[in-house]
């Protein structure tokens, strides 16, 4: 292991803190799924991800990451800073003009770390599956994992990839969906329910886990785990059980948080909450 689960348990919460100083500071962005995945991100990035600083688009012999729900950028932009992709003052320009880190990540400011262009909902495991073809036409055994959400499995395209993938092997990619139940207008089971989403991708022949998303130990095991089952005939799918706006009291649970940014008020509330441990940019 690299870091004690203690150590990553206090990298989360300077993410926490970054989001949601980021999202208030251009009165805009995402913060509710963000928090909710700032576990995952950590596990994934300094734990589990075998990745280089040293960026290449190709990224060949290395593991690969797609964010699918491309709206919950600042989570990943605060990860890549602390991993130590660019500095982590660049992180105050979120969503301003000229920024590298738009509300969306893109590729045209060439912000390492980013491959994809995302946000546009429901095309992310079809690209992260692109990539998986690619790596073995490549003799590349490197992983390649995605996020989705799961109000973004509503999409269409979604299931033309999920049928795609075990029919034709694709099996070193381990795709994530963040279940935390809730989307832009509501609980996903008021807008359009998902019903049991692991009976849907066993029946299209995905090997599937379950996960708690945030539970530092839980992910980081269950992401583990999942490169074990690699390899074998099946892509792996990582049902991660989340709370939208985990790490800030008001915010838990509550789709109002899905893209509402905090005032100052709000703001020194969530701060108080959230251990600075890494510094604050």
């Not at 009976?199 to 599937?208: D, I, L, Q, T």
Request: glycine share 10%; hydrophobic share 40%.
């Amino acid at each position: 292991m690299k870091h004690t689960i203690k150590e990553l348990e206090d990298i989360a919460s300077q993410i926490r803190r970054d989001i949601v100083r980021m999202v208030h500071g251009c009165q805009s962005g995402h913060p509710g799924a963000s928090l909710g995945c700032a576990d995952f991100f950590t596990a994934l990035y300094f734990e589990v991800l075998n990745h280089k600083t040293d960026f290449t688009m190709e990224g060949k012999g290395e593991d690969l990451f797609f964010l699918s729900n491309g709206h919950i950028s600042p989570v990943w932009y605060s990860t890549l800073a602390h991993a130590g992709y660019f500095e982590k003052s660049e992180l105050a320009t979120f969503r301003k003009l000229d920024s590298r880190l738009q509300g969306h990540p893109t590729t045209h400011e060439h912000l390492p770390g980013i491959r994809i262009a995302s946000g546009s909902l429901g095309q992310g495991l079809s690209v992260a599956i692109g990539a998986a073809l690619a790596k073995k036409l490549n003799s590349d055994n490197a992983h390649v994992f995605a996020l989705l959400g799961d109000g973004e499995l509503q999409e269409g395209q979604n299931w033309e990839a999920a049928m795609f993938a075990p029919f034709n092997k694709v099996d070193h990619l381990i795709a994530s969906v963040d279940y935390n139940g809730q989307q832009i207008d509501g609980p996903t089971s008021k807008v359009l329910a998902l019903d049991d989403l692991q009976a849907k991708f066993e029946a299209f022949g995905w090997h599937v886990i379950n996960t708690d998303g945030n539970d530092m130990q839980a992910i980081v095991e269950g992401l583990h785990y999942a490169k074990t089952l690699t390899g074998k005939g099946k892509p792996i799918l990582n049902l991660m059980s989340t709370q939208m706006g985990a790490g800030v009291d008001y915010m838990v649970g509550s789709h109002k948080w899905h893209g509402t940014a905090p005032n100052d008020e709000q703001l020194a509330s969530a701060l108080a909450q959230l251990p600075e441990t890494l510094g604050d940019y």
